[in-house]
């Protein structure tokens, strides 16, 4: 229970309303009339990451791919 003076935020929706007042702010906001595609670079098992990412975004994952952090941060590229 919470006192009459506290505002509960919810970071998700504050989050998401940030990033688009920002994209639309540097005209970066897509055109397009569907979703975009998602690509994600990980360090451990993609399949697993996959798996759950898919469950919670209720989407497709089009790429999910292991990169090594070591060789991203030595030389630019996790391959």
């Known amino acids: 229970m919470v006192g ?5 935020v919810d970071s998700a929706h504050e989050t998401a ?5 920002v994209l ?3 005209d970066l906001r897509s055109d397009l ?3 975009g595609s998602i690509t994600v670079y990980v360090t451990d098992i993609p399949y697993l990451f996959k798996e ?7 989407r497709e994952m089009e790429r999910v791919e292991r990169i090594d952090l070591e060789t991203v941060l030595v030389n630019g590229s996790g391959k």
């Open 17 to 21: 309303a940030e990033v688009e007042r």
């Open 33 to 35: 009339d569907r979703p």
């Open 52 to 58: 759950v990412g898919e469950r919670f975004l209720r």
């Open 24 to 26: 639309a702010e540097n």
């Open 4 to 8: 009459e003076k506290v505002t509960l």
